[in-house]
T-cell receptor
């Protein structure tokens, strides 16, 4: 157990639907990061939060949004889902931005 | 723009052999270089990391070699074992708001044959 908790572990949904992925960072970590990993693809950075504020954005689609709440947990919202959004979505956290990431076990999203 | 370039994309090594994965970067403001190991269906896990003030760091069978002037670093896995078969990612980060996240290489899929 890495200390970063992601729920749900698996999600199957239809095209056009909206889903919410949840991440609880490791205790004491203020930074949260979201990554997307497709089959045979590397880790694509989506977005970063630090203590509730958005810090950096990567290749995140406009259909995707995220936020970090006062208790530091984060949610990634994916809407108008397409088949190509099927992927593993990872959350990571760290105490200091950019250093010593700890990853969760991921949410496997399947869009049918 | 890929901030960290990683090679090879895939690597096949005999059990007991040495696995070598290379990475290069351009931004001299990077000051932290970790390697992550990922097994299928799992999240990446931190394997070993180095700062640019040292040229080598060893932890068990895993060694990072760092060449600051060439802006390159590499992971060496000695006495490679079938259990080392996984995807390896190099990464880099630095201080400042634009660098305060890890930039990952594209990954190397390592297969160790028994």
């Amino acid at each position: 157990d890495s200390g970063v908790t992601q729920t749900p572990k698996h999600l199957i949904t239809a095209t056009g639907q909206r889903v919410t992925l949840r991440c609880s960072p490791r205790s004491g970590d203020l930074s949260v990061y979201w990554y997307q990993q497709s089959l045979d693809q590397g880790l694509q950075f989506l977005i970063q939060y630090y203590n509730g504020e958005e810090r950096a954005k990567g290749n995140i689609l406009e259909r995707f949004s995220a936020q970090q709440f006062p208790d530091l947990h984060s949610e990634l919202n994916l809407s108008s889902l397409e088949l190509g959004d099927s992927a593993l979505y990872f959350c990571a956290s760290s105490v200091v931005p950019g250093y010593g990431y700890t990853f969760g076990s991921g949410t496997r999203l399947t869009v049918v | 723009q890929q901030q960290v370039k990683q090679s090879p994309q895939s690597l096949i090594v005999q059990k007991g052999g040495i696995s070598i994965i290379n990475c290069a970067y351009e931004n001299t403001a990077f000051d932290y270089f970790p390697w992550y190991q990922q097994f299928p269906g799992k999240g990446p896990a931190l394997l070993i990391a180095i700062r640019p003030d040292v040229s080598e760091k060893k932890e068990g069978r895993f060694t990072i070699s760092f060449n600051k002037s060439a802006k390159q670093f590499s992971l060496h896995i000695m006495d490679s074992q079938p259990g080392d078969s996984a995807t390896y990612f190099c990464a880099a980060s630095g201080r400042g708001s634009t660098l305060g996240r890890l930039y990952f290489g594209r990954g190397t899929q390592l297969t160790v044959w028994p």
